[in-house]
């Protein structure tokens, strides 16, 4: 059977939050703050609701050259998140890869870069999609947050596109930090709960 490994990536594969740091690298604080306050004025309850911050924070991304955002991501990836990888992490994915497993990034940080992390460790990359028109990205998502269950149906999608295979024709472990893992830590026959403390929880 084929044995696939899931890691979720902030928090679990690096030691803090991608996210944010990418965009202000991408567009800068300022432009940041002003496109998160008029999301908020629009709509009143995003600051409560995960997936409607990360359209707000998306949409400061609009305008930007998609080539101008694969270069952003570059260098991000090279000069900052290399830097947070947590070491027990990539230990962990190290012994998946020498057992010959299938090793994938499941995250719901932007996929641009996302690859490029996934590339280095020799892994997939399964990820929230940024939509672009005509070579520069429009502010929105290119379908749903990769969070919640959302990681379970994009993780079914590239076990199908990529693998030709179903869920249930794989050993599936998974590992994850937060409450955004749920889904995907229930959906797995191995499952660890990886902890800020640098400690492993089976679960």
């Not at 703050?33 to 949409?59: F, W």
């Not at 599936?172 to 709960?193: F, K, V, W």
């Amino acid at each position: 059977m084929t044995v696939v490994a899931a890691f979720d990536l902030d928090g679990t594969i690096t030691d803090r939050d991608c996210l944010v740091r990418f965009t202000i690298d991408a567009v800068g604080l300022g432009t940041l703050l002003q496109a998160i306050g008029r999301h908020v004025l629009m709509h009143p309850r995003s600051l409560t609701r995960r997936d409607e911050m990360k359209r707000a924070m998306s949409s400061s991304l609009r305008g930007k050259g998609v080539d101008e955002i694969e270069a952003v991501a570059r260098q991000f990836v090279d000069q900052r998140v290399v830097r947070w990888f947590r070491a027990d992490t990539i230990d962990r994915l190290e012994q998946h890869r020498a057992a010959g497993h299938q090793l994938v990034i499941v995250s719901a940080s932007y996929e641009v870069y996302v690859r490029h992390i996934a590339a280095r460790l020799g892994a997939a990359a399964v990820a929230t999609r940024l939509a672009s028109d005509d070579g520069y990205l429009t502010g929105a998502l290119d379908g749903p947050n990769c969070r919640g269950a959302e990681k379970v149906s994009r993780l079914q999608q590239w076990l199908r596109d990529v693998h030709n295979l179903s869920m249930d024709e794989v050993e599936l472990h998974a590992y994850g930090d937060s409450s955004g893992d749920t889904a995907l830590l229930e959906a797995a026959n191995q499952r660890c709960l990886v902890t800020p403390r640098r400690r492993w929880s089976p679960v």
